[in-house]
């Protein structure tokens, strides 16, 4: 089983859309999540950070469950832009930083 | 601040062939870290430095070797190229081992044929 698991899509959605994205992961020590955004054929860049009491940023929430493993991303009214792909990501327990990526789950946003 | 650069962007090596993929950060970050990304697939960790002169081993280390003599620089060797390292190679930098945020290079694309 891997560490962390997404759905890779595509999602599909038009403007305006909510559309939800979920993750869940198999390490139990593991403390911290992120989700990270990934443009076509560019680097991840950091979107937000998950912490169980929720993570709300303009469009964006992000949510941790811990007893059920499981991490989301919402984005209310999607635009264009948002097109891309969004990985899951958590982070391994210990002073190393290393992080664990999830597959990704690429939306596509239609006007 | 440049951030974290990489180079070369783009390359191809024949089988058996050697490289070396560069990294620099100009953050003065300690954490360093590469990964190589497959199509369709997340980053895979390859190998990781906590500060200079410390490297240790990732998920995917046959094949690789890195040094990190200075904090700034982090390259990752190839040696003996073959197809199945034919990816997209990610270098990234942490200010700390906690949970804290990963910036990343732009990436080499290397093709083995």
């Known amino acids: 089983r891997k560490e962390v698991e997404q759905d890779p899509g595509p999602f599909n959605v038009p403007e305006g859309a909510t559309v939800a994205f979920n993750c869940t992961y198999s390490?139990?020590?593991?403390?911290?999540f992120f989700w990270y955004r990934q443009d076509c054929r560019k680097e991840p860049k950091l979107l937000m950070s998950?912490?169980?009491s929720g993570n709300e940023d303009g469009r964006f929430t992000a949510q941790l469950n811990r007893a059920s493993q499981y991490i989301s991303l919402l984005i209310r009214d999607s635009k264009l832009s948002d097109s891309a792909t969004y990985l899951c990501?958590?982070?391994?327990?210990?002073?190393?930083?290393?992080?664990?990526f999830g597959q990704g789950t690429t939306l596509q946003v239609k006007p | 601040n440049a951030g974290v650069t990489q180079t070369p962007k783009f390359r191809i090596l024949k089988i058996g062939q050697s490289m070396t993929l560069q990294c620099t950060q100009d953050?003065?970050?300690?954490?360093m870290y590469w990964y190589r990304q497959d199509p369709g697939m997340g980053l895979k960790l390859i190998y990781y430095?906590?500060?200079?002169?410390?490297?240790d081993k990732g998920e995917v280390p046959n094949g690789y070797n890195v040094s990190r003599s200075t904090t700034e620089d982090f390259p990752l060797r190839l040696e003996l190229a073959a197809p199945s390292q034919t990816s997209v190679y990610f270098c990234?930098?942490?200010?700390?081992?906690?949970?804290?945020?990963?910036?990343f290079g732009p990436g080499t694309r290397l093709t083995v044929l």
């Open positions: 430095s906590v500060g200079a002169g410390i490297t």
């Open positions: 990234a930098s942490g200010k700390s081992g906690g949970a804290d945020t990963q910036y």
């Open positions: 390490n139990s020590a593991s403390q911290s």
């Open positions: 953050m003065n970050h300690n954490y």
């Open positions: 990501v958590g982070g391994v327990s210990g002073n190393t930083g290393k992080l664990i």
């Open positions: 998950v912490y169980s």
